[in-house]
C-alpha cells in the first residue's frame, strides 16, 4: 500500500528508462508483474519512484510518516514495525519487563606501559655464546609511581619529624619496603676512604721508593747504602700500615700483598748488605749487627702476615666458604714457618748481647718488662706507626710488633750515624725521613 503522502496535485510522469542489459547482451527484465491501473497495496516503499521525483524536481522528498516520535530521550514504541513491514531487526521493540542498564562507573584509568616485561634466557649449554646471560627490561612507569609514592611519603615524614615528634617514635625500627627487615638488622653502610689519610700513605710510599732505589741503584758508598735501605724499610712499614688502617676503617679486608712485597725488599737489602766490603772490623759488626735485625724484621712482617690471613680466613669462614678458608689457612701456617725461620737467621741472643756494646743509648732505650701493646685494632688511619717515639722490649720475639721493631730500627740505625760520624774521618749528612 503506498502512503498518501506521495499524492501530489499533479501526476508526475515517470521517464521511460532502459532496462537494464546483461552481460551476454539479453534484456534483464523484471520478475515483477506489470503494474495495473488499479490501486493494489503494496508491501514496501517505491524506491524508484523516489530517485525519479528526485532527479527530476531535486528536492527531498516528505518525511516518510510525520507521526514518527522524536527518539531524543524518549522510549521507543513497539509499534514501529507498522510503519513498514521491511524495517531491519534494529527497530525491533524492546520487552517493557527489561529495566534500562545501570550507567557503567568509570574505571580508573592507568597509563599504559611503554616497555613490556620480557625476560631473555640464553643457553648455557651452546659452546659458541656467552655461559650465562639474563636480559631483564621492566616498565619505567611503575618506577616513576613508586618514586612519587614515595617522596610524598617522605615529606610527610618530614613534616611529622619536624613538628616535634616524640624521640621514641623516631627510635623505633622502620620496616624497609621490599626487604622484609628492620632498620636495625641492615648492614652497616661501607664509608669511603679518608683522602688525607691516602695522601698520607702515598707520600709515604713516594719517599720510600726513592731510598731504596739509592741503596739499591744509585749509593755506591756501603755505609749510606745501609742508612738508605734501613730508612726505606721503616718508611715501607709506615706506608703500609696506613693502608691497612685505611681498609679496616672501610670495612674492607686487609691484604697480606704489601707486606709480602715489603719482605722481598728486605732480602734484596741483605743481599746488598752482604756484598759491602767494610774497610775496618768495628764497621764490619756494625753491618753483621744490621744484617740480624733485617732478619728479625723480617720475622715481625711474617707474624703481621699471619695475622691478616687469620682475619681473612675468619671472614671467610663466616660466609661459609670452606675451600677459601682451607687455601687461607694454609698459607697462615706458611708464614709462621717462615717466621719461625727468619728468628732462627736472625739469631736474638747475640742481637741481646750486641746491642748494649755498640749501641747503649738504644739499649738503654728498651722496656724494662714486657707488655701488651696498646692497641692493634689499626682502625684509624690517623694514628699511624711512629718510629722516633715507639717503644720495644728485647729480645725480639714472637710477642713484639711491627711498631716496636720499626722503634728498634730507628733508635739503631739514628745511633749509628751519630757513631760513624764521630769516629770516621768523613761526615755522612744523612737524615732519617721516617720519624
Known sequence: MKSSIFNDAKPRTKPKRPAPVHANGSIKRSLAPPSSASTTPKKSWNLDELISAYQESGELPPILSPTLPKRDGEESISSLPLLSPTLPPIFTAVSPSKSPSKAATPRETSPAPTHKYRVKWISQMEAAKPRFLVRITFDPAYYRTRIKASSAASSATSSAASSGASMAKLKSPMKLQGLGITSSQSPAPSTQADPEAIANKNHWLGLARTAKTQCLEKESDDVRALVAGLDAVLMYIIS???DERIRVATNGLPSERHWRALDADIKAVIQ????ANPPHSSLAEFFNLFTKLLHTCRAVIQLRIHSVLRKVAASYNAKGTEQKVISVQSEALKAYDNFSDCLVAAKPAS?????????????????TSLEKPPSESRVDPKD?????KASFYLPIGPYSTLSEMAGLLY?????????????????????????
Do not use: W
Open 240 to 242: 703500609h700500615d696506613i
Open 351 to 367: 742481637i741481646y748481647s750486641l746491642v748494649p756494646s755498640r749501641l747503649p743509648q738504644t739499649f738503654r732505650r728498651k722496656q
Open 272 to 275: 746488598r748488605l752482604a756484598k
Open 384 to 388: 699511624r706507626i711512629r718510629p722516633s
Open 411 to 435: 733508635s739503631a740505625t739514628n745511633e749509628f750515624i751519630e757513631i760513624f760520624n764521630n769516629n770516621s774521618g768523613k761526615r755522612m749528612e744523612y737524615t732519617l725521613n721516617a720519624n
